[in-house]
C-alpha cells in the first residue's frame, strides 16, 4: 500500500456527519438476489457509423441491453442469480476527479458484501499508472469510514492518462490476471469509457476472464446519450459554481460598475455554463454550441458583448455579470483552425519558440493580433487526446480585453453614454472540483455502485451501468446496464469533394442540444436576463432542508427516461402477440396490420432522414 492514499482523514464537524448518510437503493438492487431482463441487441445511435463499430469490436457490439428488476416484478424470461460466489473486482479512478465518485466505491463495496462476504474489491492506486504498475488497495470497511459521501478522489488518487496503445491495454490484462480479478470497473467520463470498451473488447477477444465495467462520472456533464441522463459530480459542480457566480452577481450590483468575465471548466462542451445559467441568471452567457452553430468570430462575440453593455447603460446599469465556458475557444472557427496549425506543428516536433515563425500567413497575422498573454497560452503542449488545455486558456481575459478596447472606442466616439467599461475576470475551476458533493450525486453515484455489482454477477462485459429516470425519487429509479460500443459514434471530417477521413468509434462529449428544453428554457428567459438583474442565488450546497433534494434544471426539464420506454415498448409487442394469435378475429387482424404498417413505414422515415455524425472542417 501506497502510504499517502486510503490513510483516514481528518474530518469537520458537517464532514462527520455527512459520512453517517446512509443512501438507499432502489427496489430493483434490493435483497440478495440478482433478476435481470435482457432487452433486444442495442445498436449505436448513428447508422452509419454502425459496421465501421461492429468491425472494431465483433465481440462487444450488438449485445442485449440489461434490466433490473424488483423482487416482486412479473417477468417469465428473466433471468434469476440466487448463488454468488467470492469475486475479486478491481476498481480505478480515471480522467478528473469529479464529486462523488468515492461513493461509487463504497456501493459497490457494500453490494459485494451483502452477497459474499469473502469478495474482496481491490483499489488501483494513482489511477491507470497504478493498474499498469500493480500498486492496490484492498477495500475495507475501516479505508472507506472516512471517505463516504465526501469529495474529491484522495483515497486511491487518480490519472488522466489515457489506456490506449497495445502496450498499455496488454498491461492492463497482465494486471488482471495476475492480480486474478473477474471484473474491472473503471470510473470516468468520455475518454475512460472509450478505453473500458476497448479493454473489454480485447480481454474477450483474448478469453481474459475478467469483464470490464464502465461508470459515469465526469463533472463537465458531457457523457449524455439515449442510455445515460447525466453523469456523477455534474450535479455538485453547478450547485458550487452557481453560489459563486451568485455571489459576484450580488457584488456587481451593489457596487454597479463592474462588468465580471467568468469562466467555468467543463471542457469542449457548455454544459457546465447552460446549467449555471439556469440556477443564478447571469445577464448573458456566450455558449461554445452557438458559436460554433453561428460560425460566430471573435469579432462578433465581442460586438455581441459591446450591444448588450451599450443596451444595459441605456437603462442606467453599468454593470453585469457574462459566463464564458472553457470550451468557447474550440468553437470560434479562426481559434481553432490557429489551435490546429499551432498542434501540427507541435506534432511535428516544432518547439513553442519556434512555431509562430512557421505559421502560414493567416494564421500568423492571427497570431500576432492576439494578446501576448493568449499567444503563450495556445503554444501550450495539447493534452493527451489532442486537445489545447482548455484550463489554461484565459478566453474571458481575451474577450474582457476586446470588449474594453472596443467600447472605449465607442465611449470616445460618442455613440455609448455609459460610464467607463471596467472588467474583472474569474476562472471557477479546481475550486469545485473538490467540492463535497451534493446529495443528489451521493445517492447516485452509491447507487452506480450496486448496479456494477448485479453488471458483475450477470457475467456482463463491456458494459456501463447506468440509471434512468433519475428526476423522480430513488425508488423509481430504474436501473440497467448497456453496452459501451452502443454508445459509441464515428467522426468523418470531409477533405474535399471525393476524400473523407473517418476516425476511430468512440464515446464522443455530447454537445449542449440547441433543440433540446433546456436550452428553449434559457432562450425563453435571455431577454430578461440581460437587461432586468433578476439574479437568484440557490445558496450553499445543502446535505438537508430547503434545496438538499433538488438536481439539475436541465435534468428535470427534459423528457427523458430511455430504459424505461425501451422496457415500455416490449410490454406493448408482447402485448400486440399474445392479442394477435392464430384464431383471432379477421377485424383484430385488418387492425393491428393497419397499425403496424402506420408504425413502420413512419419509423423508417424518421431513421432514414436520421442525420449521421457526419463533421466537416
Not at 498 to 518: F, N, R, W, Y
Not at 535 to 554: C, H, M, T, V
Request: aromatic fraction near 6%; charge should be neutral; charged fraction near 20%.
Amino acid at each position: 500500500m501506497d502510504s499517502d492514499y486510503g490513510v483516514p482523514r481528518e474530518l469537520s464537524e458537517v464532514q462527520k456527519k455527512r459520512a453517517l448518510y446512509q443512501p438507499e437503493v432502489p427496489p430493483c438492487l434490493q435483497g440478495t438476489t440478482v433478476r435481470v431482463e435482457y432487452g433486444d441487441a442495442a445498436i449505436a445511435a448513428d447508422p452509419a457509423g454502425a459496421h465501421v463499430i461492429s468491425q472494431a469490436f465483433p465481440h462487444t457490439y450488438g449485445q442485449p441491453l440489461a434490466h433490473f428488476l424488483r423482487k416482486t416484478a412479473v417477468v417469465p424470461d428473466a433471468k434469476v442469480i440466487s448463488e454468488h460466489p467470492a469475486v475479486r473486482v478491481g476498481i480505478v479512478f480515471c480522467g478528473r476527479q469529479s464529486p462523488g465518485g468515492h461513493n461509487v466505491v463504497w456501493g459497490l463495496y457494500e453490494a459485494i458484501k451483502a452477497h459474499n462476504q469473502s469478495s474482496k474489491l481491490i483499489g488501483f492506486l494513482g489511477g491507470s499508472d497504478g493498474l499498469l504498475a500493480q500498486k492496490t488497495l484492498e477495500i475495507t470497511d475501516d479505508v472507506l469510514s472516512s471517505y463516504k459521501n465526501q469529495g474529491g478522489y484522495d483515497m486511491l488518487g487518480r490519472t488522466k492518462d489515457q489506456i490506449r496503445t497495445k502496450e498499455q491495454v496488454n498491461g492492463a490484462m497482465a494486471s488482471c490476471q495476475a492480480l486474478k480479478l473477474d471484473a474491472l470497473v473503471i470510473i470516468g467520463g468520455v475518454t475512460s469509457n472509450t478505453d473500458a470498451a476497448q479493454l473489454a473488447e480485447t480481454f474477450a477477444k483474448a478469453k481474459c476472464a475478467t469483464k470490464v465495467v464502465g461508470v459515469p462520472v465526469t463533472l463537465n456533464g458531457d457523457l449524455k446519450n439515449q442510455f445515460v441522463e447525466t453523469t456523477v459530480g455534474f450535479d455538485t459542480i453547478c450547485k458550487v459554481n452557481s453560489q459563486l457566480i451568485s455571489n459576484v452577481c450580488t457584488d456587481a450590483l451593489s457596487a454597479e460598475k463592474y462588468y465580471y468575465f467568468i469562466r467555468l471548466m467543463g471542457r469542449k462542451a457548455s454544459h457546465v455554463a447552460l446549467e449555471c445559467t439556469l440556477q443564478s441568471h447571469p445577464n448573458m452567457v456566450i455558449l461554445g454550441e452557438e458559436v460554433a452553430a453561428s460560425k460566430l468570430t471573435i469579432f462578433d462575440i465581442t460586438k455581441q458583448i459591446c450591444d448588450a453593455v451599450q443596451a444595459r447603460a441605456d437603462k442606467d446599469k453599468n454593470h453585469g455579470v457574462i459566463l464564458i465556458p472553457e470550451g468557447l475557444v474550440e468553437s470560434i472557427p479562426e481559434l481553432y483552425a490557429l489551435l490546429q496549425e499551432i498542434h501540427g506543428l507541435h506534432g511535428r516536433g516544432v518547439s513553442a519558440e519556434n512555431i509562430s515563425s512557421q505559421l502560414s500567413p493567416w494564421a500568423s497575422a492571427l497570431f500576432e493580433f492576439l494578446p501576448p498573454f493568449i499567444r503563450k497560452q495556445l503554444l501550450l503542449h495539447p493534452e493527451s487526446d489532442d486537445s489545447a488545455q482548455l484550463s489554461q486558456i484565459e478566453t474571458e481575459k481575451l474577450l474582457a480585453q476586446l470588449v474594453e478596447t472596443e467600447m472605449n472606442r465607442r465611449l470616445k466616439e460618442g455613440t455609448y453614454k455609459g460610464k467607463k467599461f471596467n472588467a474583472i475576470c474569474h476562472f471557477f475551476g479546481y475550486q469545485a472540483r473538490g467540492a463535497l458533493p451534493s446529495k443528489f450525486d451521493c445517492d447516485y453515484a452509491y447507487v452506480l455502485g450496486h448496479v456494477c455489482y448485479h453488471i458483475i454477477a450477470a457475467g456482463l462485459n463491456g458494459y456501463m451501468a447506468t440509471v434512468t429516470n433519475l428526476k423522480s425519487p430513488v425508488n423509481k429509479w430504474r436501473c440497467g446496464a448497456a453496452p459501451i460500443s452502443s454508445m459509441m459514434t464515428v467522426k468523418r471530417w470531409s477533405r474535399g469533394p471525393s476524400a473523407t477521413q473517418i476516425g476511430k468509434p468512440a464515446v464522443h462529449m455530447a454537445s449542449v442540444d440547441l433543440k433540446g428544453k433546456a436550452y428553449e428554457l434559457l432562450r425563453q428567459s435571455s431577454s430578461s436576463f440581460l437587461l432586468e438583474d433578476i439574479y437568484r442565488n440557490p445558496g450553499p450546497l445543502q446535505f438537508e432542508g430547503p434545496g438538499a433534494d433538488s438536481k439539475p434544471i436541465s435534468l428535470c426539464v427534459e423528457d427523458q427516461d430511455y430504459m424505461g420506454r425501451i422496457k415500455k415498448l416490449q410490454e406493448y409487442l408482447e402485448k400486440v402477440k399474445s392479442i394477435v394469435k392464430p384464431g383471432c378475429s379477421q377485424d383484430v387482424l385488418k387492425a393491428a396490420l393497419s397499425a403496424m404498417a402506420s408504425v413502420t413505414e413512419t419509423l423508417n422515415i424518421m431513421t432514414s432522414s436520421s442525420p449521421g455524425q457526419t463533421q466537416l472542417s
